[in-house]
């Protein structure tokens, strides 16, 4: 064995291996980074390269998007922010899943509470809750349009009631498509919320309350700002959900109008128009909105507490 | 010194009890407690004391009795009126807040103007010597400075009543001992009154004024350190006592206050404790410290036989030794006979403690007690 270590790199070769590969593996190289690499085929081939590929694409603009909106290869790029019809959009999928997220994880909050103790039903309850994981988006908008369409259900009991004269709209439009993200999106932020709960130590809460604080001002002052990292983790994680609504808001929305997603436009493109090119563009700043978002909540995040949340501290 | 605990004439348990499912965990504790007083809870895991400190707090309701200070009730209000402070088992500090803002949580939620809560909190911080760790969250602190900081949060509202649940119990040895005149310390200058949850008799004894041993929710005996260590109500007080010898014998004779019994191949004379006649069966406890070694086998209660093993504790040896008749015995000694050399061991009358076998029922064995049970 070698005594010299200064300079591994460059006199590697005259050493012998077995010298080599225990300093190589004093630096977590070794064989069984090999092991890696299925994984490593996985992402380059399902998501780096498509990936890049889709760049590409948004720069490979069709000759009559360029006649008609200039900017060169910047053509896609030109257009979107352009043209009201596409660019506003943005504003349309925001408008439902900003608000659907914050619904799912202000509403988990008080459910995940009360189900944290014990009581007869509980089982039952957390099941109804999260049922609705097992059921598809397509499998929920079918639901929704027979439950609530205007010949569904709903209206015509309240029809017979005679408690409305008009069916409700509630499908085909924004509210359609705000139910389905709620339905598909509340277990996983309820299951989320519950597991962050849970992970705080119940002590802590007992030690509030003798110190002299109300329920209140234990759960502004102890439980929420423990709850909070998690809080907009889970809201991260519902938001990105219903950002990328797409089968909902052709199924139970407005598809032409008040529920154009990026989704639906970027489907559009590419299906109707044959625009791969525009298609790829709406897909990048779809991504690029959802990243904007995640970084302004992770920022926020970074200023919470995150460490244990155990008694001990 | 600024921190004083708030005073009040007299703190009574009556009848207090509390059921889970039909299952009493806590019986009939009664108990008047004077300000000022360091009374311990004591008994193995399970026996209640748990339970009755969370029932005190008010983070379990009662099922039965009723609590009152000065003769008001307070089991009726909710733990966060009842001005008490407590100390968890596993601290249950704000992991989020630092040391000056988890002293000051209390204060601060009874709207304590900010600058008597500041120069309350560096008080208390003094108090428990972390002044210079203000700043520091929980998790910076070691186990020890938690538990100061824990005791510190509790003790700088100037409550009532300090309820602390095994407070010690998650730190080493060494520390414990140190925590343990600390918490003495602050109990005797701030004249704080005390009810304290362990289960090491030798916690209890070193820091109580009165102890309250229970067992399967039932109190065994009350009384001073010196009544219970002394003259245990039976034989269960004498087992968590440190009567490490505890032997299943028939009685023989009664007298007025003795007993002679047999069994194991010994016959000894005993002092009796409750009533025991002559044909039943009875379990006598000795204390290894009563035992001594010697090597002729004269006089009463000498019992001859072998040692087989030795332990050096430090200053002195904790020995077994085994009888002729195959009786293991807890003998505590200053030499350490070799492993294997025959010695005698003998024990005074009044140092064989005999009980009745049986409990009788629940706690019922308080009555014929020698020394009087406790003030209450």
């Given at each position: 064995m070698s005594a010299t270590l200064e300079k591994p790199a460059d006199t590697a070769?005259?050493?012998?291996t077995a010298s080599l590969s225990h300093r190589l593996a004093e630096r977590?190289?070794?064989?069984?980074?090999?092991?890696?690499l299925p994984a490593l085929v996985f992402i380059v081939a399902l998501f780096i390269y498509p990936f890049a590929y889709g760049i590409g694409l948004t720069v490979q603009p069709l000759d009559r998007t360029v006649d008609a909106?200039?900017?060169?290869?910047?053509a896609n790029y030109v257009q979107f922010f352009n043209d009201p019809f596409i660019f506003d959009s943005i504003w349309l999928t925001m408008r439902l899943a900003l608000p659907a997220a914050l619904f799912n994880v202000l509403v988990s909050i008080p459910l995940a509470f009360k189900l944290r103790g014990k009581f007869r039903g509980k089982r039952l309850m957390s099941t109804l809750l999260v049922l609705?994981?097992?059921?598809g988006t397509v499998l929920t908008a079918q639901g929704l349009l027979i439950?609530?369409?205007?010949?569904g259900w709903l209206n015509r009991f309240l029809l017979d009631m005679n408690l409305i004269d008009q069916p409700l709209q509630?499908?085909?439009?924004y509210l359609g498509v705000m139910f389905s993200l709620i339905i598909s999106g509340f277990p996983f932020a309820f299951l989320l919320v519950s597991s962050y709960l849970s992970g705080i130590d119940p002590s802590l809460e007992a030690a509030a309350k003798t110190l002299g604080a109300n329920w209140r001002q234990r759960f502004i002052r102890v439980t929420l700002p423990l709850l909070a990292p998690g809080l907009a983790t889970t809201f991260i994680l519902t938001f990105v959900l219903a950002f990328s609504v797409f089968p909902s808001a052709r199924l139970v929305g407005d598809p032409g109008g008040s529920t154009r997603v990026m989704a639906l436009m970027a489907y559009r493109a590419f299906g109707?128009?044959?625009?791969y090119s525009m298609a790829s563009t709406i897909a990048i700043v779809m991504g690029v909105v959802e990243l904007l978002v995640i970084a302004i909540v992770l920022l926020g995040r970074s200023f919470l507490y995150k460490g244990s949340t155990g008694g001990k501290g | 010194m600024g921190i004083t605990a708030t005073k009040f004439g007299a703190l009574e348990l009556v009848n207090v009890g509390r059921s889970f499912g039909g299952q009493?965990?806590?019986?009939?504790l009664s108990l008047t407690i004077e300000a000022g007083e360091f009374i311990a809870l004591l008994?193995?895991?399970?026996?209640g004391k748990s339970t009755a400190l969370n029932c005190l707090a008010g983070l379990l309701p009662l099922t039965h009795g009723q609590v009152l200070i000065d003769g008001k009730r307070?089991?009726?209000?909710p733990a966060e009126k009842r001005d008490f402070g407590m100390v968890f088992q596993n601290y249950?500090?704000?992991?989020?807040?630092?040391v000056h803002k988890n002293v000051a949580f209390g204060l601060q939620m009874r709207g304590v103007p900010r600058d008597e809560v500041n120069k309350r909190v560096t008080e208390a911080l003094m108090l428990v010597k972390l002044d210079a760790h203000a700043?520091?969250?929980?998790?910076?602190?070691s186990g020890g400075q938690q538990q100061r900081v824990a005791i510190a949060r509790a003790i700088v509202l100037e409550p009532r009543l300090v309820l602390m649940d095994?407070?010690?119990?998650?730190?080493d040895a060494k520390l414990r001992i140190e925590m343990r005149s600390e918490i003495r310390r602050l109990h005797q200058t701030l004249g704080l009154t005390t009810i304290y949850v362990t289960h090491d008799q030798e916690e209890a004894l070193s820091l109580a004024d009165r102890l309250v041993v229970l067992r399967d929710g039932h109190v065994q005996q009350i009384g001073t350190p010196q009544e219970l260590h002394d003259s245990p109500a039976n034989w269960h007080v004498a087992d968590f006592m440190g009567y490490r010898n505890l032997l299943d014998v028939a009685v023989d004779v009664v007298n007025d206050t003795t007993a002679t019994v047999s069994g194991g191949g010994m016959s000894l004379v005993g002092t009796r404790v409750g009533s025991v006649a002559p044909g039943e069966s009875a379990r006598v406890a000795i204390r290894p410290h009563d035992l001594i070694v010697g090597t002729s086998a004269t006089g009463p209660n000498a019992i001859s036989g072998t040692v087989i093993a030795s332990e050096y504790q430090g200053r002195e040896f904790a020995l077994e030794v085994e009888t002729d008749h195959g009786q293991r015995l807890h003998v505590t000694a200053e030499t350490a006979p070799a492993a294997g050399s025959a010695v005698t061991v003998t024990v005074a009358p009044e140092r064989v403690l005999v009980y009745p076998e049986s409990l009788t029922g629940h706690g019922a064995a308080l009555a014929p007690l020698p020394v009087g049970a406790g003030a209450s």
């Open positions: 070769a005259k050493r012998s977590g190289i070794d064989a069984r980074l090999w092991m890696l909106w200039g900017g060169g290869i910047f609705p994981i097992t059921l439950f609530a369409g205007r010949q509630l499908v085909n439009n109707e128009q044959q625009n | 009493a965990a806590l019986a009939d008994g193995p895991s399970g026996c307070v089991d009726v209000l249950a500090l704000f992991p989020h807040l630092s700043k520091k969250l929980p998790g910076q602190l095994e407070p010690l119990s998650n730190l």
